[in-house]
């Protein structure tokens, strides 16, 4: 039955993708087999051990963890999990973020969120992320690759994955890597296999190291995002709730009642104004203004100024 729904798949991937069409050809039948059914408990353990570490050592903390946790070589309960001191599961290797997962995902399992083997072959596909997600430290991408090499499940397309996107990015001749959410919308035509198309991506980048991977027939074009405008000052007080709007109204009063236009002026921004007015001759005041406090020679500039000014306003009086 495999081989049949393997055969399908490419028939239509291949129908409706011609460049895609093209990787499956330079690749040849797909050999995407389902590893063996185990519990989801030991599979998400797993994944935990798995994250941010390569295999080899990957392989060895959990194999000091069945070990040291495990009763006869097999792989240990969420029971056990609990009941295993913090220094066990140290000195098997796992850091403190990685036990709290651990046990997170221990106590979720005796809970029933995360569902034993029979019961999530029973459920769909985003109710099985929804409810695995819960868990600390498992993402959706991890989930996903349960999906699809456990459960089986043909019409996963994993467009987190980096080596999904560079697959297409190098399939399809792009300069630049696609966004998720743009994969997920050109994706939509290799449903219900997308499983299939995204191991078929994934091989696209080995074929590209060994420069096999054939050129693309044509250019294509990613369907566009709509873009979220930022919202304009207009557009903030048409939303804004009415205690918000009164606020804005409110203004300052005057002495006498009357509502002021505009906020009353800081003290050192009228000493700058003032700084930068022309002096009107014959002003004593704007002679004093002009002269900056504290700097080096005011008072020298000050009594030579004022002299000048006084002078010629004698004059005036005299005419």
Known sequence: MAAIMSELAIAHLSTVDPILGGVIRAVGPSTMVVEPDCAPFQTLAQAIAHQQLNGTAANTILGRFIRSCGTDGLFPTPQAVLA??????????????????????????????????????????????????????????????????????PDILPVDDFGVRNGFRLAYGLKKMPSPKALALFGARWAPHRSVAAWFLWRAVELARAGKLPQPLERIRLPRLPRRHRATRSTRKRHASPRARAATRRTPRAGN????????????????HKARAPIRRGSLRAAAVTVRKGAPGARRKSQAVVPRLAKARSKRARR
């Open 257 to 272: 009642g009357a509502a002021r236009s505009r906020a009353a002026p800081s003290k050192a921004r009228t000493a700058a």
């Open 84 to 153: 295993a001191p913090e220094a066990t599961l140290r000195a098997a290797g796992f850091s403190y973020a990685k036990i709290a997962s651990l046990r997170d995902l221990a106590e979720k399992t005796l809970s029933l969120v995360v569902p034993d083997h029979e019961t999530l072959r029973t459920l769909g596909d985003e109710e099985i992320i929804t409810r695995l997600t819960q868990v600390r430290g498992i993402g959706r991408w991890t989930v996903e690759m349960m999906l699809m090499f456990r459960l089986g499940r």
